[in-house]
Every structure is written in structure tokens, then in C-alpha cells.
């Protein structure tokens, strides 16, 4: 394999500085956060709703809350609380290290080289186009189809294009995970989130969807503008990316390299091109979740090296060398996901609800919903799956907002702009971990990048609730 196929993607944390920086250990981070969460277990009374089956998926009673005596986690049970969020997230984990050897596959097939090599040539003076389009896909995707944790594979995809334009790590980056993350927030017809939150809510499935579609727009544009001028800002100063001049070395790399699509190589990105219709028949026919797109990723794997004539024991080599690039990441997930083990231990978390919920009734209709929104967002840090956050919070949300005058559809969109936005900051999220993982990010560096774009999204939010009440945003 070429130098600059080793080059052209690159799963390891590179991270070359000119001067010194504070920053984060995210694992540090995330280990004071699992503290913090046991001493709340013997601070805070402990209570629980109690769980019912509903249109065939487990939520709680709104009116069956109940305190109950308290269970402070002691010190070996945190500790335990490691290795269990290992397992209970164990499904995103393996997926991720899938994909990293996946990746570590058809990278050593030279495919990606080649096809960066090529669509480099082909976007020659027309790149800023590239912004917009591709983010518009995966917009759509999350949008339309709930995709999340399958747009991670196109991130090492897309960060060599984007090194070859002249942009940087953080805009390829950014096409795929701020993309996706402009559908969850909107989600016009999201399946796994505003589909599950109405059914919740008793809604009619995806209706109020003109007010979404508006709002899908607003931060589309406004999402793309901000990549798109942190873009152009790295092209015509490469030392001003998130890595300075270190994503200039390879970009020059990229740039110089004159390499050509075989018919070999074309063969590899049609059945990735197969692959890929195949997972969205599969996921909105079928209900594919990680584990089936999964198993479609390693068999294609194999059909990647016997295309590129790959042989066993460098195939092996591939996929192992790619996988372990993404251990650390994939252990950030299970440490993320042990601070919900210890809260939900600790039974602390039905009780937040219900204190907030009981605090709400006794302020005006426009302050609750103020108030609705910002637990949702706070709620979400928690609790950053969107699927378990709408069937966590809106048995109880819906039925209180009839008691405030504010209607459940009002809820629901407190419930969507809460959801996305969180995905793309809070370091609890698996999927956003992954990503940040596999390009090579440090989450204290993209969350100083991303803070304007989430604060213009937070402020549009609080508006786009607000003015959901002042019209009484209705099922339509």
C-alpha cells in the first residue's frame, strides 16, 4: 500500500501542535461525570414510574410514580458500572470496530485513494459545491430515515475529499455528523424519534409537518453556512483548520498523488454502492438496527478483498490494524454509558422527572414551555439515545402540557430540537464519540469548534417552541 493511501485515511488521533493548549481528557471528563452521578445517589430521594407495555414498546405510567427507599451506589458498584454500560452498549461498540476494520479493508485495496484522487480532479474549482449537497444528503437521511450511526461509515470517506479541496479534518467531518444532526432536529418524518414521540403523545403519525419542514430549512441554511465559511476560511488559510498546519502536509500529500481508478477499483465502489441501497431497503422495509448493517458491512469487507484480490492474512491484518485505531472511542461509549447505568440504579432519574413536572404546573403557560424545552435538552445529556429519551419523558410531557394549556405537538418539537442538538455536543452520545473517534477528534476540539452553531440552534429552538405555543401548533 502507497504512502499516500496510508495517508488518505487515517483513523488515528493526530493532534500536532504548535503550542500549548488546555484541553480535556475525555475520559477524564467522563469519569468525574460517573462520580458526580454515584454522590447523587446518596444526596437525592430515589422513585420510579412504573413501566407499561404501549403499541408494543415499553414506556411508563405517567400517574404511577411512587417514591421509594433510596439505593446509593457504593464504590465497587460504580466501578461495576464500567463494564456494565460496556455491555449494555456492546451493539455500538462492536459496530464501530466493524467499521473501523471495514474501513482499514478498503483502504488498503487503494479504492479510496483513487476515488479521492479522481473526485478531487472532477471538483476542481467547483468544491464549494460539495458542502451543501453533502450535507443535504445526510440532512435528508436523519430526517427521513432516522440515519445516525450508519452515516459514521462515510466519515473517513469524506475527510480525505475534503483534505484533497484544500478544506480540513473538521469540515469533512462536519459534512456527515452536523448533516445528520440538522435532520434529528427537525426530523420531519423520523421514525425512531418524532414518529415514536407522537405515537407516544397520541398524534397522528408525522403530522404537523409543514411547521418542520420550515424549520428543517432555517437550520439546513444555517448549518451549511457555518461549515461552509469555517471551509473556506481553512482554504484560503490552511493554519487557521482545528489542526492548523498539520492538515496542510496532507493535503499536499493528497493533492500530489496521481492515482487512477481501475476497473478494480470501480468494481469495489459499485458494491459499496449495492451495499449501501441495500441497508436503506433493509432499514426502512425491514427494520434493520446495528446489528444487521453490521453483518452487511463485514460481508462486504470480504467482498471488498476478493475484488481487490486482498489476501487472507493482509485482509486480517487490515481489519485488525482499522479496528483497534477505534478502541479508544469505542471504550469512550461504554464510559459514557455507565453514568445512565448508575442514575437509573440509583433510580434518580424518574424522580428529576417528576419533580420538574410538579414544579411546571404552577407557573404560566410561556414559562413552562420555556421550561419544557430546557429540561428536554438538559434531559438529553442524560439520556442521549432519542429513542429512550422520547419514551422516557413523553408519557410524562404529554399529558402535562394539557395541564398547562400547551399543546402535545409543542411538546414533541421540544422533545425533536432538544434531540438533535444534543447529538452533535454532548460527549454522552455514542454516536457522536464515534464519529469524533474515527476522524481522529478530540471532543474537547470539536466542542469549542461546534458551541456558536449549537448556541444559533439552541436560540432557534426556544423561538420555534415558543411561537409553536403563540399559535397553538396543532396535529395538521
Same mark, same amino acid.
Not at 205 to 219: A, D, E, T
Not at 406 to 427: E, M
Given at each position: ?28 471528563? =467522563? ?12 444526596? @437525592? ?33 460504580? %466501578? ?20 473501523? &476494520?471495514?474501513?482499514?479493508? /478498503?483502504?488498503?485495496? &487503494?479504492?479510496?485513494?483513487? *476515488? ?14 460539495? $458542502? ?7 440532512? =435528508? ?13 462515510? #466519515?473517513? @470517506? ?18 456527515? =455528523? ?15 424519534? #418524532? ?17 418542520? +419542514? ?9 448549518? %451549511? ?8 476560511? %481553512? ?60 453483518? *452487511?458491512?463485514?460481508? *462486504?469487507?470480504?467482498? $471488498?478483498?476478493?475484488?481487490?484480490? $486482498?489476501? *487472507? ?18 471504550? $469512550? ?66 399529558? /402535562? ?30 454516536? +457522536? ?17 461546534? =458551541? ?17 405555543? @403563540? ?6
Amino acid at each position: 500500500m502507497s504512502q499516500v493511501s496510508e495517508k488518505a485515511v487515517s483513523f488515528e488521533p493526530e493532534e500536532k501542535k504548535e503550542k500549548k493548549e488546555w484541553k480535556i481528557n475525555v475520559f477524564a471528563m =467522563l469519569l468525574v461525570l460517573l462520580v458526580i452521578a454515584a454522590v447523587i445517589t446518596h444526596i @437525592l430521594p430515589a422513585g420510579k414510574y412504573e413501566q407499561i407495555e404501549k403499541n408494543g414498546y415499553t414506556t411508563v405510567d405517567p400517574n404511577s410514580f411512587k417514591w421509594i427507599e433510596s439505593t446509593p451506589l457504593g464504590f465497587f458498584d460504580t %466501578v461495576k458500572s464500567i463494564p456494565t454500560g460496556m455491555v449494555e452498549a456492546a451493539n455500538i461498540i462492536f459496530f464501530i470496530l466493524i467499521i473501523g &476494520g471495514f474501513f482499514g479493508v /478498503l483502504k488498503a485495496s &487503494g479504492t479510496v485513494e483513487a *476515488l479521492v484522487s479522481t473526485m478531487a480532479k472532477k471538483l476542481a474549482n467547483r468544491e464549494k459545491l460539495m $458542502i451543501p449537497i453533502i450535507m443535504l444528503f445526510f440532512a =435528508l437521511g436523519g430526517s427521513l430515515m432516522g440515519m445516525a450511526e450508519e452515516a459514521l461509515v462515510y #466519515v473517513p @470517506l469524506f475527510i480525505p475529499l475534503a483534505l484533497a479541496v484544500g478544506f480540513d479534518t473538521i469540515t469533512g467531518t462536519a459534512m456527515v =455528523l452536523v448533516g445528520a444532526s440538522v435532520g434529528f432536529t427537525t426530523a420531519i418524518m423520523n421514525p425512531f424519534t #418524532v414518529g415514536l414521540a407522537q405515537g407516544i403523545a397520541g398524534l397522528p403519525m408525522y403530522s404537523g409537518m409543514g411547521f418542520r +419542514l420550515v424549520l428543517f430549512v432555517v437550520i439546513y441554511v444555517i448549518a %451549511v453556512t457555518f461549515v461552509y465559511r469555517h471551509a473556506m476560511k %481553512v482554504k484560503r488559510d490552511p493554519a487557521s483548520g482545528i489542526y492548523g498546519k498539520f492538515d496542510t502536509n496532507k493535503q499536499d500529500s493528497l493533492l500530489t498523488a496521481k492515482v487512477e481508478l481501475t476497473k478494480r477499483h470501480k468494481w469495489i465502489l459499485t458494491a459499496f454502492l449495492i451495499n449501501y441501497i441495500i441497508l436503506v431497503f433493509g432499514v426502512i422495509k425491514y427494520e434493520w438496527y446495528i446489528k444487521e448493517i453490521a453483518a *452487511l458491512f463485514i460481508i *462486504l469487507t470480504i467482498i $471488498i478483498a476478493i475484488l481487490g484480490k $486482498i489476501s *487472507l492474512d493482509d485482509t486480517v491484518e487490515s481489519f485488525t490494524q482499522g479496528s483497534a485505531s477505534l478502541i479508544g472511542g469505542a471504550l $469512550i461509549i461504554g464510559v459514557s454509558r455507565a453514568i445512565l447505568v448508575v442514575l437509573n440504579q440509583g433510580h434518580i432519574i424518574d424522580p428529576l422527572l417528576y419533580q420538574v413536572s410538579e414544579e411546571m404546573k404552577h407557573v404560566s403557560p410561556f414559562l413552562s414551555v420555556v421550561g419544557m424545552y430546557n429540561f428536554q435538552v438538559a434531559i438529553h445529556f442524560i439520556l442521549a439515545s432519542g429513542s429512550g429519551h422520547a419514551m422516557l419523558t413523553m408519557p410524562i410531557m404529554a399529558p /402535562l402540557a394539557d395541564l398547562l394549556d400547551i399543546t402535545r405537538q409543542t411538546a414533541v418539537l421540544s422533545f425533536s430540537f432538544a434531540d438533535g442538538i444534543g447529538n452533535i455536543i454532548f460527549p454522552t452520545g455514542g454516536t +457522536l464519540m464515534a464519529g469524533l473517534a474515527i476522524a481522529g477528534i478530540s471532543w474537547t476540539r470539536w466542542a469549542r469548534w461546534i =458551541l456558536p452553531l449549537i448556541l444559533i440552534e439552541y436560540s432557534i429552538g426556544l423561538i420555534a417552541v415558543i411561537i409553536a405555543h @403563540l399559535i397553538g401548533y396543532g396535529p395538521s
